[in-house]
Nanobody, 132 residues
Framework: QLHLVESGGGLVQPGGSLRLSCAAP????????IGWFRQAPGKEREGVSC?????????NYADSVKGRFTISKDLAKSTVFLQMSSLKPEDTAVYYC????????????????????????WGTGTLVTVSS
């Protein structure tokens, strides 16, 4: 059973950076799409970014984070990273990662629609707070 573990959250000032990690110990991530999602207090969960498989899917980003966040996958470490820069107070949220073992692509790109992600794979999240 695939179970992901997020880490790397914390308190950062506006304009700062953080790198989140999504670890899948012992799991080969070559064929699994990993997505990052976030949920701010009082708001619905939203897709942030995803990274596809060795077969395709590329990387995809929500408009709100394009140019500021970068997703990457380290196959040797079975870990997906989300490098977040130029952070804004509106980035404050609990960040979750999840796995799409089906490697869903839409128009050739991985999707950030949570319905495609395996319910059992979601981690417990890591809190990111952007505040001065």
């Amino acid at each position: 059973q695939l179970h992901l573990v997020e880490s790397g959250g914390g308190l950062v000032q506006p304009g700062g950076s953080l790198r989140l990690s999504c670890a899948a110990p012992g799991i080969t991530l070559d064929w699994i799409t990993i997505g990052w999602f976030r949920q701010a207090p009082g708001k619905e969960r939203e897709g942030v970014s995803c990274i596809g498989t060795t077969n395709g899917g590329g990387a995809n980003y929500a408009d709100s984070v394009k140019g500021r966040f970068t997703i990457s996958k380290d196959l040797a470490k079975s870990t997906v990273f989300l490098q977040m820069s130029s952070l804004k107070p509106e980035d404050t949220a609990v960040y979750y990662c999840a796995a799409d073992t089906g490697g869903t692509t839409i128009n050739g790109v991985c999707t950030m629609n949570a319905r495609y992600y395996d319910m059992d794979s979601w981690g417990t999240g890591t809190l990111v707070t952007v505040s001065s």
